[in-house]
């Protein structure tokens, strides 16, 4: 029986707020970046966004990390107590659900070494997909995927303030 935190995707009101208003100011771009908690945070509760670079060359319409800023990027995450937990991009047009190129991007699979609140012991964890849909002017659109056993499964979001 797997924990009930690995249905769920919990989020700071203070994070969620710059992860649109990021992906507002990359329009008409797909905007992408990481998303992590601090490493000592047994709930996983994203708090940190980091933009990154979108390095397609077509970034309306894909995204794609630059490998050394990626690295970087980790590196200074894991120098800050900080923990990746996911990822993000947006879709500027389109809706809150992956894509074909999304359901086979090599992020999808990847997963991070995580300690198990009470055990001490290591796990895996999947990452998750962050997909910000600014289809609808009027309201930003936030969902978040994690691969399992089962093939894609979407997380309940909750936002919390801190
Ligand atoms: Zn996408």
Redesign the pocket.
Known sequence: MPSPTSYTAVITSEAIQKLKLLCHQELPREACGLIACRIDDSERVASAILPMNNTHPEPEHHFKFDPAEWVRTLFHLSQSRYSLTGFY?S?PSGPPF??N??LTHPLWSSSVSVKEPFSGAEGLQMLQMW?VSLADPATTEISVFTSSSNGMRRLVLTEISV
């Open positions: 991009h879709h992956p894509s190129e999304d997909i």
